[in-house]
Every structure is written in structure tokens, then in C-alpha cells.
């Protein structure tokens, strides 16, 4: 089974699914919301069609560490979430502060077009956060 990890803004949800040995995050695509039926329809699609277990929903707390209004709208995802695929295994929110920051980065070291950045730039935020996910519970492994 895998993981999949959400990348939740208000205009967009970048989306990212694990390898089937949880190490390697991938990009899957962006949903571009329209209404909330709309989106949960697309992320059982992509549930069912990855076979995840469980989804890391990205948790943006604020730089000192609080909760915000984002974080709140995430952890009401969750439950919804959780509600909506009993099936899974695990919904778990992750700390994502700066992972649009590192996925910017990355791109820029690509040398990728600033059009092409805005276009995928939540997706890849959605693997930093999934790539973090993945190498906490490896390294937890090794303990």
C-alpha cells in the first residue's frame, strides 16, 4: 500500500504519492478546487487508483509553532477525511512550514521557468511534505 500526502491552499490541493516501499515521494498532479463534492470525488479516484493506506495532509502552523486559521481548515479536513475513507489506514497531519519554500528552491536550482513553477509548485510542495513524511518514518526505523 502507500501513502499519499495533500498540499491543501484554497485555490488548489497539490497532490503526491509514495513508491510502493514508502521511500521515493512522486507528484501526481494538482487538483484545482471548484467545490468540495468536485474535490473528494478526484481524491477517491486517486485513492482507489494508488492503493493508499494513508494520507499526510500538510499541517501549516504558524513560525513560532501555533496553530492558525490554515492549520484549523487542515485538521476539519482531516476529520472530514477520516469520515470519508474509513478504509484507510492512518490520516496524519504533518508540519509543513516552508515546504512551498523548499519545493520553490528546488525548481529554481532546476532552472525551471517561473510559469512552469506556479503551475506545479503546490504539487511539489506536496512531495517535500510527503519526502519528510517518508524519511521520518525511516529513520524511526532504525532507532
Known amino acids: 500500500m502507500r501513502v499519499m ?6 485555490k488548489t ?6 513508491d510502493l516501499m514508502g521511500i521515493i515521494a512522486n507528484g501526481v498532479e494538482t487538483i ?3 467545490s468540495k463534492e468536485r474535490d473528494y470525488k478526484r481524491l477517491a479516484e486517486l485513492i482507489k487508483e494508488h ?3 494513508t494520507l499526510v495532509l500538510g499541517y501549516p502552523k504558524n513560525m513560532n509553532g501555533s496553530v492558525g486559521e490554515r492549520a484549523q481548515v487542515c485538521e476539519a479536513m482531516a476529520a ?5 475513507f474509513p478504509d484507510l489506514k492512518d490520516v496524519v497531519l504533518w508540519d509543513e512550514r516552508l515546504s ?3 519545493a520553490t528552491r528546488v525548481m529554481v536550482d ?15 510542495a506536496a512531495v517535500v511534505i510527503l519526502q519528510n513524511y517518508l524519511d521520518s518514518k525511516q529513520f524511526k526505523a532504525r532507532l
Open 100 to 102: 512551498t519554500v523548499a
Open 80 to 84: 472530514e477525511l477520516k469520515e470519508l
Open 32 to 34: 484545482h478546487r471548484t
Open 5 to 10: 500526502s495533500l498540499d491543501v491552499g484554497t
Open 51 to 53: 492503493e493508499v493506506d
Open 13 to 18: 490541493i497539490g497532490i503526491a504519492v509514495s
Open 110 to 124: 532546476a532552472d525551471i521557468s517561473r510559469k512552469k513553477r506556479k503551475k506545479v509548485v503546490d504539487m511539489m
